[in-house]
């Protein structure tokens, strides 16, 4: 396993794996806490709901007290006192009755403040007598001591709206009498559960009731256009009018919308952190990538300047040698050791400074002289500078100038950026030994352009060939050696100048080193 690849795993294992997992289970975490609190919250729903079937049935028990108590007292062809107190102040009571065995309305007394009680009588006889098992445990559980207050279905067809709540009154079994509550459930709930509803609601809550069968509430704490069943939090049905049901919901925000914006947040934050590790672990592993391969390009530059540097020693020490010793019969060949010693001190000095001009331009310690650079005129003399040692490795050339080139410089910079250029094109040129440069101007630019017929450099590899050190570690181009420090000093030279460096090439098909200088100023 390669030393980077070691250090993603362990950045991985150390970061990311322990963020993924923590996320998973705070995710699981935020599924749990989310139905704890809907549960909780609706056992509080369930409480006030509780609260007010419990107001209402106790208002009912007060009625209940109130006729038993009126109906101990009555006079005969009158109305009790209490019972009609009840009637008055109680507008959603439209009747009261009370029946003896057999129980019928015949059979008891019908009170109302309007002059109403008779077309009651048939319908409060057919109440009693579809609702005869209902009558019948009713008395099981006075008898039992129990009150109870059983809804009874009411059979009126002109009164459709009216509710019969049925209990029983007497203290004895033998005296036991069915007493009825005729009550318009409409009016009992804007008028009794109403009021106790807005104080339990306050600013929290919303509560309306519904009758079943019907979307929309005949009463809310909070009158709101289109409030609707489907709208409630939790809704329960009324103790005693079981064909209507009552709703609670909080006040602006649903619950569910609370625990669903609790948990989007808390997934964003989770995942955002997710992502910001993982970002920083992606960087982190980038830059030390990048550190590593710096400094194992470091070592092949260290490793391969010391083989360019010890061959040409190693001859110029071999021939000097040689001479020093008088070993060298004729002149001839004492002129060929020369002409060696001198080539190799030649190539020598040109490893020392590149080196040199390296360290100084990535130190920022170059000093660049700006004047106007005739481009043309730069890359003949080069040429001719060149000629020799390009024709002695068996190359042939072309210069193909575009026009006149004129473009702000420093020419010694130039210079050696475009004879690194020539240099790689010999070095990578085995088979086709021949090189074109042209120039020209693009847009506010001047260029000169290198084009070889070398092994070419692929798409990978043009992403780094002009990073300090590197050196293609396979195929071909890995089998010629070097500093490492050409193209990078190309394009430090380059852009010092305030110009790019371009390259256009495909593996077998050569490459094109394109550079690019301001134009002259033109003066106004």
């Known amino acids: 396993m390669k030393s980077t690849q070691r ?19 705070e995710i699981s975490s935020l599924n749990r806490d989310e139905r704890m609190i809907q549960d909780v919250y609706r056992k509080q729903l369930d409480a006030i709901l509780f609260s007010v079937n419990q107001y209402s049935d106790d208002v009912l028990n007060s009625w209940i007290a109130k006729v038993e108590s009126g109906w101990i007292e009555k006079v005969p062809g009158h109305t009790p006192k209490k019972i009609k107190n009840l009637l008055t102040f109680n507008s ?20 109302s403040l309007t002059d109403s009680s008779k077309e009651h009588i048939s319908a409060i006889n057919e109440t009693l007598s579809s609702g005869a098992e209902n009558i019948r445990q009713l008395v099981e559980y006075k008898k039992d001591g129990f009150q109870k207050l059983q809804s009874l279905p009411y059979r009126d067809s002109a009164n459709n709206d009216l ?20 009550v318009d459930p409409n009016i009992f709930i804007q008028e009794v559960v109403g009021p106790r509803l807005q104080i339990i609601a306050k600013d929290q809550f919303i509560l309306s009731v519904f009758k079943k069968g019907s979307p929309a509430s005949i009463y809310s704490t909070l009158a709101r256009n289109g409030d609707t069943l489907k709208a409630e939090a939790h809704t329960k049905d009324l103790w005693l009018l079981p064909d209507f049901t009552i709703g609670i919901r909080a006040n ?8 669903d914006k609790r948990t989007t947040t808390n997934l964003i934050l989770l995942l955002s952190l997710d992502a910001v590790l993982i970002v920083a672990v992606i960087l982190v592993f980038r830059n030390v990538k ?26 110029i020490s071999m021939f000097a040698e040689t001479l020093e010793m008088g070993r060298v019969g004729s002149e001839e060949k004492k002129q060929e050791y020369y002409s060696i010693i001198t080539k190799e001190t030649h190539r020598l000095s040109g ?11 990535d130190a920022n310690k170059k000093n660049l002289v700006f004047r106007i650079v005739d481009i043309n005129a730069e890359v003949n003399g080069i040429l001719k500078t060149y000629d020799f040692h390009l024709r002695s490795k068996g190359f042939g050339y072309t210069f193909i100038p575009g026009g006149e080139v004129s473009v702000q410089a420093d020419d010694e910079a130039f210079a050696e950026a475009v004879i690194n250029l020539i240099d790689n094109a010999m070095k990578y040129s085995p088979d086709k030994k021949f ?8 847009n506010e630019y001047g260029y000169v352009a290198v084009k070889d017929h070398g092994i070419g450099i692929s798409k990978m590899d043009q992403k780094h060939i002009f990073d300090k050190f590197f050196r293609v570690s396979s195929g071909d181009l890995a089998k010629s050696l070097g500093t490492g420090l050409g193209l990078s000093l190309v394009k430090q030279l380059t852009e010092a100048q305030h110009g790019h460096v371009t390259v256009s090439s495909a593996p077998g098909k050569g490459s094109v080193f394109t550079l690019y200088f301001l134009l002259k100023k033109t003066e106004s």
């Open 252 to 259: 602006g925000t649903s619950i569910q919308s609370l625990v």
């Open 163 to 182: 509710r019969c709540l049925a209990f029983v009154v007497g203290d004895q079994p033998s005296q036991f009498s069915i007493a009825g509550l005729l």
């Open 435 to 442: 090189i074109e440069i042209t120039s020209g101007i693009e």
């Open 351 to 361: 490893i020392v400074n590149k080196i040199l001009s390296f360290s100084q331009i």
């Open 290 to 315: 990048h550190e590593v391969q710096l400094a194992q390009n470091k070592a092949d530059f260290v490793s391969n300047v010391s083989h360019e540097i010890r061959t040409p020693l190693a001859l």
């Open 92 to 111: 959603s009571l439209v009747a009261v009755f009370i029946s003896d065995p057999p129980y019928g309305a015949a059979n008891g007394a019908v009170f």
């Open 7 to 25: 250090i993603g795993l362990i950045l991985t294992l150390v970061f990311v794996l322990p963020a993924v997992f923590f996320s998973v289970y």
